[in-house]
């Protein structure tokens, strides 16, 4: 399947997933030619009504030397070779790679530019944008790219378009904007969506194992608390636990961690609304620096202005509330497994309470670790302290941020496996099956990470397959935990 | 005036000004009464309490904590308004005359409520702070734990947090303005394309309240070529801070009306004619500590953006304007020196953006839980105390700025700029002043200006007059 791009419409979440995780091609329509092809002939003429004014990067040079101008006969050589000079800028290093499917992500995001005629440019520069998701992809360091705006990492991602022919105007909407922020918080949308999904069955498959009395979870609780989000947590720890019996249930005090169930996924929710926002707001914005806006009644050859679009400051605020949330949610997780560990489950009917220890998996202690670097991920990314130079005073800290969520989402799933296995190991050892709709779920985790008997040495590893089952489903939406599971 | 409360749906921002600002009593109205009488008619209506939340009830006598000074009493008057949320609702099973002694609180004097050693399981420690006046010794059975538990405080400081960011906001809005005028910088960076362009209704009420400083600015005189980066994004930096802002007003409005006591009482549901408890973790508020978080962050972000518009002002090669923006033929360093001091500021802000997260220590292993909002809203109290230092240094030298430049601007900065020159004149090298001092008292009255939402000019003549910004 091939994406078609007419509009800025579409350029959508859906869209985003069919073509970073999915692997699909692009293609421009002929909407979308023809509003280019309309928009680089309105800007010519724009351009040649007076070579001598100001539009960055076209009659003037770039960054700190934005106020010397470019002589009018000197101006396409000049466009050439910003092309080139800032191909050579791919200077970051270290630190990993970005994920394949987060560069093709960036690919589809950078076309935003374009589509709608703001970009000033021809529409072959946009077919070869998206022609770059054909072939090999170039790799993106993850250290070194927090610069003014997201030159730095677009070096790396355009490192094999054909740029030898660019004509005026045609460098910056390539290299300018902020197509980085827009995947990147794509690309954690994504995934955080069925993460959350993941966490409220192992939560849900927590609150079975412990017993835990229903009513925190009670419908009334929708509309007595009042906020949509806490109520989409109940909702769905509900849908998890329909069918469970009320009998047998703990009747004596419940910790507060079972109780605060529905609060504490509810700001997940929020969260992750958060993400999706951005990442659907800044996929379809036009970010480009300068922008070129249509002919209309008081300018009657458009406008070219400089503006500050390639700084995205919705991004980084929503993957740190992310993260935090993430860092709130494993410690809920270590929580629970405290409490799996050293509270007795209540026994099926005609057997006899066992043990505390024997529902324990050894695993807890793991936790203490995995808690604490989420926690320290959680620290939030700000506005980069450094600077480069007076004109590019301030920098764009998106890059920080989607590291910091990837690590606190790396730890809660390492956390929600141990509950999920500890849960599993809980109602083994009380006898009991879960309602149906959790049913799959213990099914799926048994198969990874079977019951504890005796002592065995692999737990370890058995946990890390568990861990990295939920990340891997994290990002397709797939199984084993994904929806179609 | 009096506000009276009948349902959830009176426990609006608008009344919690009128109660905690305006000192306005509070009445419970005949329908909220009629409801709790009969939500308490089944007797201990909630059932027999918990163990945990009668021990804690106990445990939660006046002074647990102590240090890190005290509440503002305004946010005090605010949380017994808060508190009466869950009450009038008939769910908490408390009867009427309970409810009318809690709001009779509010016309006595407010209690001390230590801001440290809150963080326990639920609010109970500072709830008793707040009902220390509270005659208790005729309650029946479940009405102390309806009165210690639920979230009642994290309402208010959202509550508190949220009317003065929003008006803090407007000003910062009025001084990035005026420091765009004071730069000469183009004003494509905030034209009405870019609402549009971009997409989010955040930036776009950025973008128009700069735009409202702005109206009537021309080309002419301006900077030819494109300002440095810290102007160009402040539509996007001050975007962010409107969404920061718009999330713990939504955090104030949701949780002023919740119901959220451990124990709620449900009637009026098919085939349980006795009505039923429900137990839940509602006392952890979910929603305040990150809304206040993300303030905080916002804060602290604007107040390096508005560091570094200081820098550019200061700086002759960036801006074009006079070395250290001294006034011709007067003597002394001009502004400089405030670059530097703007430093601390921000640091500080930046310190204080520390997310409050769900606290490591666990009190027992029933209260394995425990909320962070105190802590949460220190932080942001905190981080927008520096931000407005920061602010008024940038007000300071955007003013100094025209001074030395002989300019005047447009008549929507006129109000702004009167507010600044105030209480912060011109450095025009004549006469001993103490400029610390002259900062300070700009610092304290922004700090002002955030609660009451007026910049106020003080008149000799004339005493206060107020401003809102944009005012013309």
Not at chain 1, 217 to 241: I, N, P, T
Request: glycine share 10%.
């Amino acid at each position: 399947m091939t994406v078609v791009i007419n509009s800025r419409d579409d350029l959508t979440l859906e869209n985003y997933r069919r073509v970073a995780v999915g692997g699909e091609s692009v293609a421009i329509g002929q909407e979308a030619r023809e509003t280019m092809a309309e928009g680089r002939a309105d800007f010519l003429r724009l351009l040649e009504s007076d070579r001598t004014q100001y539009i960055y990067g076209v009659t003037s040079s770039f960054g700190p030397r934005a106020r010397l101008t470019i002589p009018p006969d000197q101006q396409r050589a000049h466009a050439r070779a910003f092309g080139f000079r800032r191909g050579n800028w791919a200077r970051g290093f270290g630190g990993g790679y970005l994920d394949e499917r987060v560069v093709r992500g960036i690919i589809f995001a950078r076309l935003a530019n374009f589509v709608a005629g703001n970009s000033k440019a021809r529409p072959v520069v946009a077919e070869r944008v998206a022609a770059l998701l054909d072939g090999p992809l170039p790799r993106v360091p993850l250290d070194g790219e927090v610069g003014a705006g997201e030159v730095l990492p677009m070096a790396h991602v355009l490192q094999g378009l054909r740029r030898d022919d660019l004509e005026e105007g045609e460098a910056n909407p390539l290299m300018n904007g902020s197509p980085v922020s827009a995947a990147l918080a794509a690309d954690t949308a994504v995934a955080a969506r069925h993460r959350l999904d993941h966490a409220e069955q192992i939560f849900a498959l927590s609150v079975e194992a412990f017993g835990a009395p229903l009513d925190s979870y009670d419908g009334v609780l929708d509309d007595l608390w009042g906020d949509e989000d806490e109520a989409s947590a109940l909702a769905a720890l509900r849908r998890y636990l329909e069918g469970a019996s009320p009998d047998g249930r703990a009747s004596a005090a419940v910790p507060a961690s079972y109780r605060a169930l529905g609060r504490v996924l509810g700001q997940s929710h929020r969260a992750v609304a958060g993400i999706e926002e951005a990442a659907r707001v800044s996929l379809r914005s036009v970010t480009d620096n300068p922008v070129y806006v249509a002919p209309d009644e008081g300018h009657p050859l458009g406008r070219a202005f400089s503006t500050g679009g390639f700084h995205n400051a919705m991004a980084y605020p929503a993957l740190n509330a992310l993260t935090a949330a993430w860092a709130d949610l494993t410690l809920l997780t270590q929580r629970h497994v405290t409490a799996l560990c050293t509270a007795a489950v209540p026994p099926a009917e005609g057997q006899a309470s066992g043990p505390a220890a024997g529902a324990a998996t050894g695993l807890e202690p793991v936790l203490g670790g995995v808690v604490e670097e989420a926690r320290a991920a959680a620290m939030p990314t700000l506005l980069p302290a450094a600077v480069n130079d007076a004109q590019d005073d301030v920098s764009s800290p998106t890059f920080s941020a989607y590291r910091r969520q990837a690590r606190a989402a790396e730890c809660l799933d390492s956390a929600l496996a141990v509950l999920a296995a500890q849960a599993s190991q809980a109602l083994l050892h009380a006898g009991r099956q879960p309602p149906r709709p959790l049913q799959n779920l213990l099914v799926t985790v048994r198969a990874i990470f079977p019951p504890v008997e005796g002592s065995q040495s692999d737990l370890g590893a058995r946990a890390g397959d568990l861990a990295a089952a939920l990340s891997r489903s994290a990002v397709s939406g797939s199984a084993p935990f994904g929806t179609s599971r | 005036m009096t506000v009276v409360v009948n349902t959830r749906d009176d426990f609006t921002l608008a009344n919690f000004r009128r109660v905690a600002y305006g000192g306005e009593p509070v009445r419970i109205g005949a329908q909220a009464r009629r409801v709790m009488t009969a939500g308490a008619g089944p007797g201990p209506a909630v059932g027999q309490p918990r163990q945990e939340t009668a021990s804690l009830a106990r445990r939660a006598a006046p002074g647990a904590g102590f240090g890190g000074g005290y509440l503002d009493p305004a946010v005090v008057r605010g949380t017994l308004f808060a508190r009466l949320a869950s009450l009038v609702s008939g769910h908490a099973g408390v009867r009427p005359s309970v409810a009318e002694r809690v709001a009779a609180l509010l016309d006595g004097p407010m209690p001390p409520v230590p801001i440290d050693g809150q963080a326990g399981a639920g609010e109970a420690f500072p709830m008793a702070c707040v009902l220390a006046g509270l005659r208790r010794d005729d309650l029946h059975e479940g009405e102390e734990e309806a009165l210690l538990g639920g979230a009642p405080c994290s309402a208010a400081l959202a509550a508190h947090a949220a009317i003065s960011a929003r008006n803090r906001l407007a000003h910062a809005e009025s001084i990035c303005a005026l420091s765009i005028e004071a730069f000469r910088a183009p004003l494509g960076a905030y034209d009405e394309a870019l609402d549009d362009l971009w997409g989010d209704p955040h930036e776009t009420a950025a973008l128009r309240g700069l735009r409202r400083y702005l109206h009537g600015a021309g080309a002419a005189e301006r900077r030819f070529h494109q300002a440095p980066v810290s102007y160009r994004i402040i539509p996007r930096v001050l975007g962010q801070v409107h969404r920061a802002v718009a999330a713990v007003e939504k955090a104030a409005t949701v949780s002023l009306r919740s119901v959220a006591s451990d124990v709620v009482y449900a009637a009026n549901e098919a085939g349980r004619p006795a009505g039923r408890a429900v137990r839940s973790g509602g006392s952890l508020n979910g929603m305040v500590y990150p809304a206040l978080s993300a303030l905080s962050a916002a804060w602290a972000d604007l107040a390096l953006v508005a560091e570094r518009q200081v820098t550019a002002l200061n700086t002759a090669e960036t801006s074009g304007l006079p070395v250290n923006l001294v006034a011709p033929g007067a003597p002394g360093n001009g502004t400089y020196a405030y670059g530097w001091a703007a430093n601390g500021y921000v640091e500080e802000a930046r310190a204080a953006a520390t997310p409050a997260l769900l606290p490591a220590v666990v009190e027992d292993p029933h209260a394995d839980v425990v909320a962070p909002t105190f802590s949460a809203y220190r932080r942001e109290r905190r981080a927008a105390e520096c931000l407005d230092g920061v602010l008024a240094i940038l007000a300071i030298v955007s003013s100094q700025a025209l001074f030395a430049t002989g300019r005047s601007p447009l008549q929507p900065l006129q109000p702004v700029l009167s507010f600044v020159r105030s209480l912060f004149p011109p450095i025009d090298g004549t006469g001993e002043r103490d400029l610390s001092a002259d900062g300070g008292r700009l610092q304290q009255a922004l700090g002002a200006a955030a609660r009451s939402g007026e910049l106020t000019v003080p008149d000799a003549d004339r005493g206060p007059a107020a401003v809102r910004p944009g005012d013309s």
